[in-house]
């Protein structure tokens, strides 16, 4: 089993550089054909913690590009998702689609909009409704909204409710 072969080096404002890890933990370089910035990614979790070494060679052979990030998230193109599930249908189900939630929060109460939508979507919807009197936005001016992840309870994003 491999586990965390891929992960993703983020630099602000350059292209993003794959690292491969290998078996040996000492980091290798090479081009990233797929960056971040230019490619639409769903981000998801293995179930497992780890691929076999199997999954690893066919993702390798076939131009996949799945990165995986600090928080052993992966990342992956839509159109990489549609080749690794045509190629690899039996694996599919060991990776899950992260989902996205609005939570409001001030130093008495918390709530959440119960959303299961992409980080964009949520911060769409904090874009165009902070500062109106929708929602919870009314309830907690001067509080906090944030995007945190479903899956993981991680926080992506937040600001202040104005």
Same mark, same amino acid.
């Given at each position: 089993?491999?586990?965390?072969?891929?992960?993703?080096?983020?630099?602000?404002?350059?292209?993003?550089?794959?690292? @491969?890890?290998?078996?040996?933990?000492? /980091?290798?370089?090479?081009?990233?054909?797929? /960056?971040?910035? @230019?490619?639409?990614?769903?981000?998801?979790?293995?179930?497992?913690?780890?691929?076999?070494?199997?999954?690893?060679?066919?993702?390798? $052979?076939?131009?996949?590009?799945?990165?995986?990030?600090?928080?052993? $998230?992966?990342?992956?193109?839509?159109? @990489?998702?549609? +080749?690794?599930?045509?190629?690899? /249908?039996?694996?599919? @189900?060991?990776?899950?689609?992260?989902?996205? !939630?609005?939570?409001?929060? !001030? &130093?008495?109460?918390? $709530?959440?909009?119960?959303?299961?939508?992409?980080?964009?979507?949520? +911060?769409?919807?904090?874009?165009?409704?902070?500062?109106?009197?929708?929602?919870?936005?009314?309830?907690?001016?001067?509080?906090?909204?944030?995007?945190?992840?479903?899956?993981?309870?991680? &926080?992506?994003?937040?600001?202040?409710?104005?």
């Amino acid at each position: 089993m491999r586990s965390a072969s891929w992960f993703i080096q983020y630099e602000p404002d350059i292209k993003s550089e794959l690292i @491969d890890t290998g078996a040996g933990n000492s /980091p290798t370089s090479k081009p990233n054909n797929k /960056p971040i910035n @230019d490619t639409i990614m769903k981000k998801m979790i293995y179930k497992h913690g780890a691929i076999s070494d199997e999954l690893a060679e066919l993702i390798d $052979n076939n131009g996949i590009t799945m990165t995986c990030d600090e928080n052993m $998230n992966i990342l992956i193109s839509d159109e @990489d998702w549609d +080749k690794l599930c045509e190629l690899a /249908p039996a694996a599919i @189900d060991d990776f899950c689609e992260l989902t996205y !939630d609005v939570v409001f929060n !001030d &130093e008495n109460d918390s $709530n959440c909009k119960g959303f299961n939508s992409s980080i964009e979507d949520c +911060k769409k919807y904090i874009e165009l409704n902070n500062g109106s009197n929708d929602s919870y936005f009314a309830d907690y001016k001067g509080g906090v909204v944030s995007v945190v992840c479903n899956e993981t309870g991680e &926080e992506v994003y937040s600001e202040e409710v104005r």
